[in-house]
């Protein structure tokens, strides 16, 4: 199946600090690609999403302005925590769909986030 | 509004024993699309099957298989003959079209499933 990289796999950032988190489809070209949250022990929860080229669609109760989430390539999309606090401490997952819109979004690795 | 109900939340199995994770799934779409993923600890998500809603068919692939039934909502998995190594938190998912264009997957909450030596 398609590759998904997601980076850093692990992060440990002071609070108040801004953390990117890069996502990037290896061998497809990713024309939509989503950014989770997840919680210990709980479901994925869907932040927001990006096409290529355009502005992310934020879910709703997600701060735009803290989770800055740019998708300036086919390849490449990152997500920005800005001004970290400990709550953002979480496991953030990215999805990306290869186009078409039937097709399976292929994971990233996540990336374990902690703001101390 | 969709969404996937994962009654159990844990499950604890000895090897060898087999296993059926449920999934119930709403949504008023008639195109919709259903997934599983597994999350090892690891944490990274494995895909491991995608059906579309007009294909009741079930499938079966080595010790997986999964059964799919429109008329109660559900899409089942079956692990037969358990291994340690199947030891993850499972995600059943629902795809339906947002509202911009793109087939959008709501989780359900995953079902931890503990296979013991």
């Known amino acids: 199946g398609a590759v998904v990289s997601q980076h850093p796999s692990r992060v440990i950032c002071k609070s108040g600090t801004s953390v990117k988190i890069e996502c990037r489809s290896l061998?497809?070209?990713?024309?939509?690609m989503f950014w989770y949250r997840q919680f210990p022990k709980q479901s994925l929860m869907l932040m927001a999403t990006?096409?290529?080229?355009?502005?992310?669609?934020?879910e709703q109760g997600v701060e735009k302005d803290k989770f800055l989430i740019n998708h300036a390539s086919l390849t490449l999309s990152t997500l920005t925590v800005t001004s970290a606090h400990p709550e953002d401490s979480s496991f953030y997952i990215c999805?990306?769909?290869?186009?078409?819109?039937?097709?399976?979004?292929?994971f990233g690795q996540g990336t374990r986030l902690t703001v101390v | 509004a969709q969404k996937v109900t994962q009654a159990q939340t844990e499950i604890s199995v000895v090897e060898k024993e087999d296993v059926t994770l449920d999934c119930v799934y709403e949504?008023?779409?008639?195109?919709?699309?259903l997934f599983w993923y597994k999350q090892p600890p690891s944490g990274e998500l494995v895909f491991l099957i995608r059906r579309n809603s007009f294909d009741e068919q079930n499938e079966i692939s080595g010790r997986y298989s999964w059964n799919f039934q429109k008329s109660t909502s559900s899409f089942n998995f079956t692990i037969t003959a358990s291994q340690v190594v199947d030891s993850a938190v499972y995600f059943c998912a629902l795809s339906v079209l947002a509202s911009g264009g793109s087939y959008i997957p709501t989780f359900g909450r995953g079902t931890s499933l503990i296979v013991h030596p």
């Open positions: 999805s990306a769909r290869a186009g078409g819109i039937s097709t399976e979004a292929f």
């Open positions: 990006s096409n290529e080229g355009s502005k992310a669609t934020y």
């Open positions: 949504t008023r779409d008639t195109t919709y699309y």
């Open positions: 061998d497809f070209q990713a024309t939509t």
